[in-house]
């Protein structure tokens, strides 16, 4: 195990992408993973009501089980909700339960609702210094759930599909993240995108690579994930790839993407 460089102060991330099926989850589940299994302390907040990224890192997540949604809607504190991961010492994550669902409307009439993920996220930092990286898992819509991870952040890290329709939505992602940094968080910037589900055979898959990358120079990591079947069984043992097939092509991937990720270090 390579000992990664730790960030001064915790490291916010959002995974968006208004898109679904482009390896939000997947990519947020893996790079928790391999960032606590290099030694840091990483929480993961499910923000989707799917609570895909819960099953993955094998956290607690029925109906009756409190929740993210406890956190925004109740102002229950994220310590009260926190979960360990078993995958990984230092590896926590605050589930999403159904309940989240109606989240998106209860919200609409509370005071602060951009705010709310925000608010409680900095209390448990206050109380609980020792985190490093935090990644929100955001579900495939601009509403108020993804709003508040977008408030909650400092960092966007947006996963792209390498296929055809990738770039599409693209910019009205990026507007929108624009909107949100002037008007609500002035402090949100893209600081990283990963070309995911990369197939190194078709010609195309290259060519959107390339196109995202002479867009976005500083922006994409040098590491691809490919697409493997390996990243794709992991969930249903309620693992990352990182644990359930360590060495396979699908989890050095992650792991070398999360090294990149903390050799960069945050933005200026
Ligand atoms: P999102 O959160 O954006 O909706 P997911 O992370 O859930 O996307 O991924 C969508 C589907 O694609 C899931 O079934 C997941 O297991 C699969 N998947 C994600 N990344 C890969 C990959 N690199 N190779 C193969 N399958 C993948
Ligand atoms: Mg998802």
Same mark, same amino acid.
């Given at each position: 195990i390579t000992t990664l460089p730790k960030? =001064?102060? @915790?490291? #916010?991330? @959002? #995974?968006? =992408?208004?898109?679904?099926g482009v390896g939000k989850t997947t990519t947020t589940v893996n790079l928790a993973a391999a960032l606590a299994r290099s030694g840091a302390k990483v929480l993961v907040i499910d923000l989707d009501p799917q609570g895909n990224a819960s099953t993955a890192l094998g956290v607690e997540h029925r109906a009756d089980t409190v929740s993210v949604y406890d956190v925004i809607v109740n102002d229950s504190p994220m310590k009260e909700v926190v979960q360990r991961s078993p995958e990984f010492d230092g590896l926590y994550c605050i589930p999403a339960t159904i309940h989240l669902a109606g989240a998106e409307i209860e919200l609409v009439s509370l005071v602060a609702r951009e705010q709310r993920l925000r608010t409680a996220l900095n209390a448990y930092l206050a109380e609980d210094a020792g985190y490093d990286y935090v990644f929100i898992d955001c579900p495939p819509s601009l509403g108020l759930l993804t709003i508040n991870a977008f408030v909650a952040a400092r960092e966007v890290l947006i996963p792209i599909q390498c296929e055809y329709y990738a770039l599409e939505g693209l910019s009205q992602l990026l507007r929108n993240i624009e909107l949100i940094e002037r008007h609500l968080n002035p402090r949100l910037q893209v600081s990283t995108i990963l070309l995911t589900m990369y197939d190194s055979r078709t010609n195309l898959a290259n060519q959107v690579a390339q196109d995202v990358r002479d867009h976005f120079p500083r922006e994409t990591l040098t590491t691809l994930i490919p697409r493997s079947v390996r990243i794709s069984e992991a969930p249903s043992y309620g693992q990352s790839v990182i644990s359930y097939d360590t060495n396979s092509p699908g989890s050095l991937s992650y792991l070398e993407a999360a090294a990149e990720i903390a050799r960069r270090g945050a933005p200026a």
């Open positions: 960030p =001064n102060e @915790t490291r #916010i991330f @959002t #995974i968006a =992408n208004q898109k679904g």
